[in-house]
Structure formats: structure tokens, C-alpha cells
């Protein structure tokens, strides 16, 4: 059974930091592209950074510069690693995984593009 798990969620300060955990079971990442998307309610799911195959990343602008992402295909886990949070980074952060690359890259939009999802973590950034 395929199954991605996203961890690492909870309550920031603004400024703070957090690193979220997406653990892939029941297959492997090597040919993957892996996002990672947000979503508050009553908007529409953003896709806020990849990581493809080869491993070059994309990020969206809102969080150029603060958060890193990586992946570590031995563990089959991917990582967000989420610095100078800030209150409008309050969201559930979803990952994702699709074998679509565009000139060997990895695409953020649309979200359809992605097949298999984990269940969401919850970031709250609040003082």
C-alpha cells in the first residue's frame, strides 16, 4: 500500500522554526518528483516548493529564502525544513509525489499533477 506521512507539524513563534517529515512507504522516491503544498480554508491548496529526481528544487516566492527542501531517497523521506515562519505561513502543509517532470524539472501547479498524498500537518505560527 503506497502511503506518504507528513510529521513534524505544530506551534511556531513568528521567527521561529520547524522541519517537517514526509515518510513514504510501500514504494520507493528514486523517480519521483516530491512536492510539498499548503492549504487554510476556504483557499485553494499551493503548491509552495518541489524537489525533482535529480534533485533541483522549485520554490514558490512566499517562501523563497526561508524554507529548504531535501530529500534522502535511502530513508524514502522528504524534508521541509521551514525558517523565519511567519503568521500568514499558518496553514496545513500537505506533501505529495508525481513521476511528472517539465525539462527534467519539478512543477508546482496544478496540484493534479500529483498522485499520491499524505494526509496533512498542521503549522500554526502564532505568538
Known amino acids: 500500500q503506497l502511503q506518504l506521512v507528513e510529521s513534524g507539524g505544530g506551534l511556531a513563534q513568528p521567527g521561529g522554526s520547524l522541519r517537517l517529515s514526509c515518510a513514504a512507504s510501500g514504494f520507493t522516491l528514486d523517480r519521483y518528483a516530491i512536492g510539498w503544498f499548503r492549504q487554510t480554508p476556504g483557499k485553494e491548496r499551493e503548491g509552495i516548493t518541489c524537489?525533482?529526481?535529480?534533485?533541483?528544487?522549485n520554490y514558490a516566492d512566499s517562501v523563497k529564502g526561508r524554507f529548504t527542501i531535501s530529500r534522502d531517497n535511502a530513508k524514502s523521506t522528504v524534508y521541509l525544513q521551514m525558517d523565519s515562519l511567519k503568521p500568514e505561513d499558518t496553514a496545513v502543509y500537505y506533501c505529495?509525489?508525481?513521476?511528472?517532470?517539465?525539462?527534467?524539472?519539478?512543477?508546482?501547479?496544478?496540484?493534479?499533477?500529483?498522485?499520491?498524498w499524505g494526509q496533512g500537518t498542521q503549522v500554526t505560527v502564532s505568538s
Open positions: 524537489i525533482s529526481r535529480t534533485g533541483t528544487t
Open positions: 505529495a509525489v508525481t513521476e511528472v517532470h517539465v525539462f527534467s524539472k519539478c512543477v508546482l501547479r496544478p496540484p493534479g499533477l500529483y498522485n499520491y
